[in-house]
């Protein structure tokens, strides 16, 4: 079983950063597994925001974050990032961390809820206008 656990959100001016951080609790390592952030707006479905493979050679991100948010991991660190810069209002939802570790080792990069076995609370991120 692994837990993951989401810190970093919180309410932000449009054009404002955050940093959002994803660790698992206990002693789950997740070094081999593809990471990803979503989120999930009010009324609407979980979208997947950005990936990012076991090495950080491959990620991938959602065309309306291009630009403005980066996905990384630390994996010494057992952790994964995401940096959001250039807030939108638009960017308001709920933001989960999940992990796929059916496929350790995955050099691709699974883009659908389906593909991720374990996932976080959320952690709210809030972009005033």
């Known amino acids: 079983q692994v837990q993951l656990v989401e810190s970093g959100g919180g309410l932000v001016q449009a054009g404002g950063s955050l940093r959002l951080s994803c660790a698992p609790s206990?002693?789950?390592?997740?070094?081999?597994?593809?990471m990803a952030w979503f989120r999930q707006a009010p009324g609407k479905e979980r979208d997947l925001v950005a990936a990012?493979?076991?090495?950080?050679?491959?990620?991938y991100y959602a065309d309306s974050v291009k630009g403005r948010f980066t996905i990384s991991r630390d994996n010494a660190k057992n952790t994964v990032y995401l940096q959001l810069n250039s807030l939108k209002p638009e960017d308001t939802a709920v933001y989960y961390c999940?992990?796929?570790?059916?496929?350790?080792?995955?050099?691709?990069?699974?883009?659908?809820?389906?593909?991720?076995?374990?996932w976080g609370q959320g952690t709210q991120v809030t972009v005033s206008s």
């Open positions: 990012i493979n076991w090495s950080g050679g491959n990620t």
């Open positions: 999940a992990a796929d570790t059916r496929t350790p080792w995955r050099t691709t990069i699974a883009r659908t809820t389906d593909e991720y076995n374990y």
């Open positions: 206990g002693r789950t390592i997740i070094s081999t597994y593809v």
